[in-house]
């Protein structure tokens, strides 16, 4: 391996600070220099608006806002975030809620995106974090209609990646019969309340989507969103903007902390976690060493290195996440989950005191549309209690039927999980477009009244 990409500047930090056990510290500090930023959220907290927002503290700066040009309302949950070192724009959103789907495609196809970056599952810890905003299947048949911003889309493929899918979907605009392709990279490993397992496989889905020619300045910026678009959404973000910086000034050139702060002043709240930082460090130093020339002999497998199905055995029962704000002012309390190493990142594994970290993806003190789509706890209903004898008595036998009862018990559970799910995110739509129409009808009221 060549000199220069021994120990980079980004390296040398980061066993600085794994040394220091400062991670919680070092994320903490970049939340107070943040806090200094005088940027305004003001249509974002107009009454008309505070219904269209995921999280009520997570709102987009006024500055930086996409607008909307062909809808009631101009607002839309979403920023236009700039790295100008890196010649990169990035439109960072929220997953659309049921009644923004319409809202999401128009600046999709306002803003000239090639591609959308979902880096989050639909139902994640037994939580709706965002609504199905594509279509359910292949061919005109299955298309969206979206009449009130005159658009449709309509899914042309779909391709399995094992720990991601691409589709490539069409979006018509029924005004001027133009059509567009757009592809849709959904990452549905990355868990929800953590990072992804392994730098290489994060490198290789970020790969991809350059390959796509997404990212190039020539087109609109991609539409990269997670739940709330700040956690998950940023590090990938961050990533990225780094190794642009790298490839063309070197690997000493970038300050990895600089650069969020920099983002930080389009979209509020970028890396949501201590281990979501620590992590962005981990991919941007192996993409420094996927640099070097002489990284393919010693190159890790994919197989070791691909997103592990054990981030998928925990989502039945997560801990009470803290309020999302908190990750922002304060150094949480749980320690950090080990990452896995990779042949190339060699000693960044050292051996440490634990660390601080917070969930990623934080839900906050819930609003009334909120808590109408959460689930109570695994075990907690009644009906859930009704077969308990049974399944106790199955798990007490032994060898292969013991074990098919098992997955039959977990597959029931999380069949009614998603059903009710679905039940109470149809409850909160009914009772979002009832206050919408309250809403409506007050506005009218008081016109009618001053006029």
């Given at each position: 391996?060549?000199?220069?990409?021994?120990?980079?500047?980004v390296?040398?930090?980061?066993?600085?600070?794994?040394?220091?056990?400062?991670?919680?510290?070092?994320?903490?500090?970049?939340?107070?220099?943040?806090?200094?930023y005088?940027?305004?959220?003001?249509?974002?907290?107009?009454?008309?608006?505070?219904?269209?927002?995921?999280?009520r503290?997570?709102?987009?700066?006024?500055?930086?806002?996409i607008?909307?040009?062909?809808?009631e309302?101009?607002?839309?949950?979403?920023?236009?975030?700039?790295?100008?070192?890196?010649?990169?724009?990035?439109?960072?959103?929220?997953?659309?809620?049921?009644?923004?789907?319409?809202?999401?495609?128009?600046?999709?196809?306002?803003?000239?995106?090639?591609a959308?970056?979902?880096?989050?599952?639909?139902?994640?810890?037994?939580?709706?974090?965002?609504?199905?905003?594509w279509?359910?299947?292949?061919?005109?048949e299955?298309?969206?209609?979206?009449?009130?911003?005159?658009?449709?889309?309509?899914?042309?493929?779909?391709?399995?990646n094992?720990?991601?899918?691409?589709?490539?979907?069409?979006?018509?605009?029924?005004?001027?019969?133009?059509?567009?392709e757009?592809?849709?990279?959904?990452?549905?490993?990355?868990?929800?309340?953590?990072v992804?397992?392994?730098?290489?496989?994060?490198?290789?889905?970020?790969?991809?989507?350059?390959?796509?020619?997404?990212?190039?300045?020539?087109?609109?910026?991609?539409?990269?969103?997670?739940?709330?678009?700040?956690?998950?959404?940023?590090?990938?973000?961050?990533?990225?903007?780094?190794?642009?910086?790298?490839?063309?000034?070197?690997?000493?050139?970038?300050?990895?902390?600089?650069?969020?702060?920099?983002?930080r002043?389009?979209?509020?709240?970028?890396?949501?976690?201590?281990d979501?930082?620590?992590?962005?460090?981990?991919?941007?130093?192996?993409?420094?060493?996927?640099?070097?020339?002489?990284?393919?002999?010693?190159?890790?497998?994919?197989?070791?290195?691909?997103?592990?199905?054990?981030?998928?055995?925990?989502?039945?029962?997560?801990?009470?996440?803290?309020?999302?704000?908190?990750?922002?002012?304060?150094?949480?309390?749980?320690p950090?989950?080990?990452?896995?190493?990779?042949?190339?990142?060699?000693?960044?594994?050292?051996?440490?005191?634990?660390?601080?970290?917070?969930?990623?993806?934080?839900?906050p003190?819930?609003?009334?549309?909120?808590?109408a789509?959460?689930?109570?706890?695994?075990?907690?209903?009644?009906?859930?209690?009704?077969?308990?004898?049974?399944?106790?008595?199955?798990?007490?036998?032994?060898?292969?039927?013991?074990?098919?009862?098992?997955?039959?018990?977990?597959?029931?559970?999380?069949?009614?999980?998603?059903?009710?799910?679905?039940?109470?995110?149809?409850?909160?739509?009914q009772?979002?477009?009832?206050?919408?129409?309250?809403?409506?009808?007050?506005?009218?009221?008081?016109?009618?009244?001053?006029?």
């Open positions: 391996m060549s000199d220069n990409m021994k120990l980079s500047s390296e040398a930090e980061y066993l600085d600070i794994t040394n220091r056990s400062a991670w919680a510290l070092v994320y903490q500090k970049i939340g107070q220099k943040c806090q200094a005088e940027f305004t959220c003001l249509e974002a907290k107009k009454p008309q608006n505070k219904q269209l927002n995921r999280y503290d997570v709102n987009p700066y006024d500055h930086s806002r607008i909307l040009k062909r809808a309302k101009d607002y839309i949950n979403a920023n236009l975030v700039k790295m100008e070192a890196a010649n990169r724009k990035y439109i960072l959103t929220q997953g659309p809620l049921t009644y923004t789907i319409k809202h999401f495609w128009l600046m999709v196809w306002e803003q000239n995106s090639r959308i970056l979902m880096l989050n599952k639909v139902i994640e810890k037994c939580e709706l974090k965002c609504a199905h905003y279509p359910q299947g292949i061919g005109a299955n298309k969206l209609d979206l009449p009130d911003v005159k658009l449709t889309v309509e899914q042309i493929s779909e391709e399995d094992n720990f991601y899918t691409t589709r490539v979907l069409k979006i018509c605009d029924l005004e001027t019969n133009e059509s567009r757009v592809i849709h990279f959904h990452c549905t490993t990355w868990p929800d309340f953590g992804p397992q392994s730098p290489v496989a994060f490198l290789e889905f970020l790969k991809k989507v350059r390959e796509s020619g997404a990212l190039e300045p020539d087109v609109g910026p991609p539409v990269v969103h997670c739940s709330a678009g700040i956690g998950r959404s940023g590090t990938f973000c961050l990533v990225d903007s780094c190794l642009v910086i790298v490839e063309k000034s070197g690997a000493n050139s970038v300050n990895v902390q600089d650069i969020l702060l920099e983002m002043k389009d979209r509020m709240g970028l890396i949501q976690t201590p979501q930082l620590r992590f962005s460090y981990q991919a941007i130093i192996e993409g420094i060493k996927q640099l070097d020339p002489n990284y393919n002999e010693a190159k890790p497998s994919m197989e070791e290195s691909i997103y592990s199905t054990v981030a998928e055995s925990n989502e039945d029962c997560p801990p009470p996440p803290p309020p999302r704000a908190e990750s922002l002012t304060r150094a949480p309390a749980r950090l989950p080990a990452i896995p190493s990779s042949t190339s990142l060699g000693n960044l594994n050292l051996s440490t005191m634990p660390e601080s970290s917070s969930s990623d993806e934080a839900t003190t819930l609003t009334v549309r909120e808590s789509t959460s689930l109570s706890s695994p075990g907690s209903s009644a009906d859930d209690e009704d077969d308990e004898p049974l399944l106790l008595r199955a798990e007490s036998s032994s060898g292969e039927h013991a074990d098919t009862l098992r997955r039959r018990r977990r597959d029931k559970e999380l069949s009614e999980r998603v059903s009710k799910m679905k039940r109470r995110a149809k409850e909160a739509e009772w979002q477009a009832l206050k919408r129409l309250f809403l409506k009808k007050k506005q009218k009221f008081k016109e009618n009244w001053f006029n």
